[in-house]
C-alpha cells in the first residue's frame, strides 16, 4: 500500500493494538476463562475436568443462569431441548433439498438462516436444538439416506446420534458424545465467540448473532482442524511407518495435525478429558491403539525437534478419534463441533445483551489524506 502524503493528524486517533487483537482485552465476562499458561479451563467457577462427568443440559444450565428467561435446571432444559428439536425437525425435509451443493457446514449455515426472529420458542433453546437436527440430517443426506426425526425423550447426546444412524447408540457412545460437547461447550473469547458478541451489541437477535459465530467458525483456524488429524493417521497407515512418516514429515517443515496451541503452553485441557471418553470406547480395527502409538512418536519427535518450545498434543487430535468412533464422518466435524460450541455462544449473546453497550472499536487510518485546500 502506498501512501500519497503523511498523515497530518495521528493524535487524533489512538495507538492500534497488536495484529490479531493479541492480548487485548475485549469484554468482560462470568462464563469461561482460558489459562494458557496453567493448562486451565474455568467454567462459570468449575474447572473442566470437574465438569467432564455433566451431561451437556446442566453444563447449559450453567451457562444460561441468571442470563435468560426459560428453563433453568438440567430436567427443565432436556425436556424444552427435546421439544425444540421436533420444532427444528419440521422444516427439514422442505429445506434439505436446497443445501444440495454445499458443504455440510454451508449446509447448516444456510439451514440456521430459515430460524425466524419472530419464533416463539426460546432463541437460545432453539438455536442448541437445531444444530444436532440440522447437522445430523445434513450428514444423512450426504450418506444418501433420509432425514430421520428426532426422540424427543432423549437426552441431546443421545437424539444426536439416533438422528445420525436411525437407531439408539450404545451408552458408551452417547457418554463419549456427551462428554465431547461439554468439553467444547465454551472456551473464552475465541473468535467464533467474539464474533457473536459484536452482532449482539447490535441488538441484531440470537439467530444472527450465532449464525456469524458459525461463519467464523468455518475457517480452517478455528474449527476446521480435526478432519485433517484423520487424513494423517490414514496416510501413516501402519505401526512401521510411524516414525519413518513423522521424521519425513518434520523434515519437510509440515506440522502434525492435532499438535500445538496458540494459548496453551502445557498441556491443553480438554485433551486429556477427550482422550479419557477415547478410553472408554472400543478399539475397533486397533484404530485408538494406533492414534496413541503416532502420539507418542510425535510427541517425541517434536521435544527433539522444538527443545524450546512446549508442543503438546491439542483438543482436536482427541475431537477426531472421539466423533470417529462413535461414527460421524469427518466431513461433518466442525458441525459437530458448532453442536457443543452453540451452549457458549448463546450463553455470551445473553450476556452481552445484558451489557446492551454497542461494540465499536475505532481504526487507525494510514491511507492518504486529501491534499490541502
Ligand atoms: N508440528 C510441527 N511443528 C509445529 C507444530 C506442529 N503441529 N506447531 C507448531 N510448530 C512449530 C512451528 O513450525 C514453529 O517452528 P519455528 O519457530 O521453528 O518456525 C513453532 O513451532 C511455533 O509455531 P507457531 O505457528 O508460531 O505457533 P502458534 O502458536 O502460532 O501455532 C497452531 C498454533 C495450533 C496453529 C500450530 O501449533 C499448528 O499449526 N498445529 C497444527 C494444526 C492443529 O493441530 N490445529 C488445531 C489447533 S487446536
Not at 96 to 102: A, G, M, V
Not at 223 to 227: H, N, S, Y
Given at each position: 500500500m502506498t501512501t500519497q502524503s503523511k498523515i497530518q493528524s495521528p493524535t487524533l486517533v489512538p495507538e492500534p493494538a497488536s495484529a490479531g487483537l493479541e492480548?487485548?482485552?475485549a469484554a468482560e465476562t462470568i462464563l469461561s476463562h482460558v489459562d494458557g499458561a496453567a493448562g486451565r479451563l474455568i467454567v462459570r467457577g468449575y474447572d473442566l475436568d470437574q465438569l467432564a462427568n455433566w451431561s451437556f443440559e446442566a453444563v447449559l444450565a450453567l451457562l444460561w443462569r441468571g442470563l435468560a428467561d426459560g428453563p433453568s435446571d438440567e430436567a427443565d432444559i432436556r425436556a424444552a431441548l427435546g421439544q425444540a428439536r421436533t420444532r427444528a425437525f419440521s422444516s427439514v425435509e422442505k429445506l434439505?433439498?436446497?443445501?444440495?451443493?454445499?458443504s455440510q457446514i454451508e449446509a447448516l449455515r444456510l439451514l440456521l438462516s430459515s430460524l425466524a426472529d419472530a419464533e416463539p420458542e426460546a432463541h437460545h433453546v432453539l438455536a442448541v436444538a437445531a444444530v444436532p437436527v440440522f447437522a445430523a440430517a445434513i450428514a444423512r443426506m450426504s450418506a444418501g439416506f433420509s432425514p430421520v426425526a428426532p426422540d424427543a425423550t432423549l437426552s441431546q447426546a443421545a437424539d444426536f446420534l439416533y438422528m445420525l444412524h436411525g437407531t439408539p447408540a450404545a451408552p458408551e457412545k452417547v457418554k463419549a458424545l456427551d462428554t465431547y460437547l461439554v468439553t467444547v461447550a465454551d472456551h473464552g473469547l475465541n473468535a467464533s465467540t467474539f464474533t457473536a458478541r459484536v452482532i449482539a451489541s447490535t441488538k441484531a437477535g440470537m439467530f444472527s448473532s450465532v449464525i456469524g459465530a458459525l461463519c467464523a467458525l468455518k475457517g480452517p483456524l478455528h474449527?476446521?482442524?480435526?478432519?485433517p488429524v484423520l487424513d494423517m493417521l490414514d496416510a501413516i497407515g501402519e505401526d512401521s511407518r510411524i516414525n519413518p512418516w513423522l521424521v519425513d514429515a518434520l523434515a519437510r517443515g509440515e506440522r502434525l495435525m492435532g499438535f500445538g496451541h496458540?494459548?496453551?503452553?502445557?498441556?491443553?485441557p480438554r485433551a486429556d478429558v477427550l482422550k479419557q471418553a477415547v478410553g472408554t470406547l472400543r478399539d475397533s480395527g486397533g484404530r485408538i491403539g494406533f492414534a496413541e502409538a503416532v502420539e507418542l512418536e510425535a510427541l517425541a519427535l517434536l521435544a527433539e525437534k522444538k527443545p524450546l518450545r512446549p508442543l503438546q498434543t491439542n483438543v482436536e487430535f482427541y475431537t477426531a478419534l472421539v466423533l470417529e468412533a462413535v461414527g460421524?464422518?469427518?466431513?461433518?466435524f466442525t458441525n459437530v463441533f458448532a453442536a457443543g460450541r452453540m451452549a457458549g455462544w448463546t450463553a455470551h449473546v445473553l450476556e452481552q445483551e445484558h451489557v446492551g453497550k454497542l461494540i465499536r472499536p475505532q481504526s487507525r487510518y494510514i491511507g492518504p489524506m486529501p491534499d490541502a485546500k
Open positions: 492480548n487485548v482485552v434439505l433439498p436446497t443445501t444440495d451443493n454445499l474449527g476446521g482442524a480435526p478432519g496458540r494459548i496453551y503452553r502445557v498441556r491443553d460421524f464422518p469427518r466431513e461433518s
